[in-house]
């Protein structure tokens, strides 16, 4: 008998389910650093069939060999950060896209998770403005420049996300006589008084621009989500290949191809630089144009670079 059929017999495991069969190769790849093909003739099966098996449940077999890998007893007692980060990681990807009713079991009895965990994200969903305002139908509003603006000022706000996890902490320790905070303040106020009303008031946009360019000259600026402001506003994320960009240039444009690959290569313009009221806002906007464009699509950089060109 083989020593992989030996440890198989030894550690009784049911290889007629498929998330054991998974959890066995994991075991005797780690500890026993047995090859596919030794593995695959101990079960009765080809190495295919194995191989396949394995891509089907991807998540689930990284995570039982980030387990066997960790648990190595002989060589270590204590996990390295790292290590630990990358067997949560593994266990989040398995409980977010679970193949089957098993993989979701591991993941709640994992991270602990309760009915009334459940409970509290529904209300969440029903009660946090963000959730209402995702959700929202809202004609009378321009979603998409209100979402940049908020996703600009996620330093302050919670967007339900990681990277703004300390926001909310943040928000309560605002300083009301900063400029910039003064701001925000006006910006959120005036949007609530917006949607209280159902209708956009007209200075609505050029706050936002206000707050935004000052935001610029503070240094205060950040990188924009763009998946962020594309939730908030409702707008699908795009999936527009290089041939489907090269398409709608000459489709829509009439470009050549030499023309096309001039546009996409060619350098950034820099913007001029304007002075002076309303119109300074707008001047000084200019100035800082790269930094305060959010492109959503890929044809709406494309369609800018050739102004720009021009």
């Not at 309760?114 to 979603?143: C, G, N, P, T």
């Not at 402001?229 to 240039?249: G, H, Q, Y």
Request: with cysteine; proline share 2%; charged share 30%.
């Amino acid at each position: 008998m083989s020593r992989v059929k030996s440890y198989l017999a030894e550690k009784g495991y049911n290889t007629n389910d498929d998330k054991e069969l998974l959890r066995f190769t994991a075991d005797v790849k780690v500890n026993l650093q047995a090859t596919q093909e030794e593995i695959a003739e101990a079960l009765g099966i080809t190495a295919r069939t194995l191989r396949n098996k394995i891509t089907k449940d991807r998540a689930y077999y990284n995570a039982c060999i980030e387990a066997f890998s960790s648990t190595d007893v002989q060589e270590q007692t204590e996990l390295s950060e790292d290590e630990m980060s990358t067997f949560v990681t593994n266990m989040i990807r398995l409980g977010t896209n679970p193949k089957s009713a098993k993989d979701m079991q591991l993941f709640i009895e994992f991270f602990e998770i309760s009915k009334q965990d459940v409970k509290s994200i529904l209300e969440v969903k029903k009660s946090s403005f963000r959730r209402w305002y995702k959700d929202a139908s809202l004609d009378y509003m321009d979603r998409r420049e209100i979402a940049t603006v908020l996703e600009s000022m996620s330093d302050v706000l919670y967007m339900g996300n990681k990277e703004t996890q300390g926001s909310t902490q943040n928000f309560i320790d605002m300083d009301i006589e900063d400029d910039l905070t003064k701001l925000q303040l006006m910006y959120s106020g005036l949007l609530f008084m917006s949607l209280f009303n159902q209708v956009e008031h007209p200075a609505l946009p050029y706050l936002g621009q206000l707050t935004r360019l000052e935001q610029v000259k503070q240094g205060k600026d950040k990188k924009v989500n763009k998946q962020s402001i594309r939730e908030l506003a409702n707008i699908p994320t795009p999936k527009l290949t290089s041939e489907e960009m090269t398409s709608v240039l000459k489709s829509e444009l009439g470009l050549s191809d030499s023309e096309i690959d001039d546009i996409l290569n060619a350098p950034k313009k820099q913007s001029k630089v304007a002075l002076p009221d309303k119109e300074q806002v707008k001047a000084e906007s200019n100035q800082y144009k790269e930094k305060l464009d959010v492109f959503l699509t890929a044809r709406e950089e494309i369609e800018t670079m050739i102004k720009g060109d021009k």
